[in-house]
T-cell receptor
Framework: EAAVTQSPRNKVTVTGGNVTLSCRQT?????MYWYRQDTGHGLRLIHY???????QIGDVPDGYKATRTTQEDFFLLLELASPSQTSLYFC??????????FGPGTRLLVL | QQKVQQSPESLIVPEGGMASLNCTSS?????YFWWYRQHSGKSPKMLM?????GEKEEGRFTVHLNKASLHTSLHIRDSQPSDSALYLC????????????FGAGTQLIVIP
């Protein structure tokens, strides 16, 4: 099965702090995604990419930046974290059959 | 408002029973539907997908799709406690860069 890893698994920061969430996939998938999951909202797409250097805006991009440095690595940046960004963050990659494979998630708490 | 609506929000069924979950898209541009399952504390995993009108069966799981009403349903027969999970429905327009719009999910609890 496709492998997607995320780090850190848990993160606590303060309001106004900088946070970088990392995602790596070793499946040679072109597409990668960042989602946040909150109770009552399901998964909401923040940013996605279809290759190194490419970035596409998702449905809830405000307050987030992303960068795809290589085929394998996709980063999500919160430059001025706010309590409203407390959430469970998932990274995913997509195979040619359109199935998305999710990483284990990063739980972020902004105090 | 979410483009993908799921019902019920939660569902309790006895072991061995039938669980029926519903999902409707308000976006008429979508034509692919997905069901993902997420066990507590785990990441979502794709369970089934359906792109054509009709029915698709895989083991104890059956998915129906009515493209005219943009409604899909997931039915789990002979439900097991291990089926207890959050079931997420997602819709997309073809591959559309693989953008999925997820519903809020149905929390299924199967009681032994």
């Amino acid at each position: 099965e496709a492998a997607v890893t995320q780090s850190p698994r848990n993160k606590v920061t303060v309001t106004g702090g900088n946070v970088t969430l990392s995602c790596r996939q070793t499946n040679s998938h072109n597409y990668m995604y960042w989602y946040r999951q909150d109770t009552g909202h399901g998964l909401r797409l923040i940013h996605y990419s279809y290759g190194a250097g490419n970035l596409q805006i998702g449905d809830v991009p405000d307050g987030y930046k992303a960068t795809r440095t290589t085929q394998e690595d996709f980063f999500l940046l919160l430059e001025l974290a706010s309590p409203s960004q407390t959430s469970l963050y998932f990274c995913a990659s997509r195979d040619r059959g359109d199935t998305q494979y999710f990483g284990p998630g990063t739980r972020l708490l902004v105090l | 408002q979410q483009k993908v609506q799921q019902s019920p929000e939660s569902l309790i069924v006895p072991e061995g029973g039938m669980a029926s979950l519903n999902c409707t898209s308000s976006d008429r541009n979508v034509d692919y539907f997905w069901w993902y399952r997420q066990h507590s504390g785990k990441s979502p995993k794709m369970l089934m997908s359906i792109f054509s009108n009709g029915e698709k069966e895989e083991g104890r799981f059956t998915v129906h799709l009515n493209k005219a009403s943009l409604h899909t349903s997931l039915h789990i027969r002979d439900s097991q406690p291990s089926d207890s999970a959050l079931y997420l429905c997602a819709a997309s327009k073809g591959s559309a860069l693989g953008r999925l719009h997820f519903g809020a999910g149905t929390q299924l609890i199967v009681i032994p």
